[in-house]
């Protein structure tokens, strides 16, 4: 698994733990639905911090905690 999919899967995680829908989120975290779809699809290979940390802050959780999952462990190297 790459960082990207790890990424997209913790957002699709926290989304289910949370029993909130990828809109409500968008609403919550003031990111566009459009972008928050786009990094859990093929479209954004490179998902941005600051959309992230809204993310977060939408979720009520720190960086630190959206990277503090075992997704993160084994990733792939991404310089090839």
Do not use: H, W
């Not at 479209?43 to 990277?67: A, H």
Request: negative net charge.
């Amino acid at each position: 698994m790459n960082t990207k999919e790890a990424v997209a899967k913790r957002i699709l995680e926290l989304c289910e733990e949370r029993n909130m829908a990828v809109n409500a989120l968008a609403t919550v975290s003031g990111v566009p639905p459009s972008t928050i779809y786009s990094m859990l699809n093929e479209k954004s290979q490179n998902p941005g911090v600051v959309s992230l940390k809204k993310l977060c802050d939408g979720f009520e959780i720190s960086v630190r905690e959206f990277f503090n999952s075992d997704l993160f462990d084994d990733l792939e190297q991404e310089i090839k």
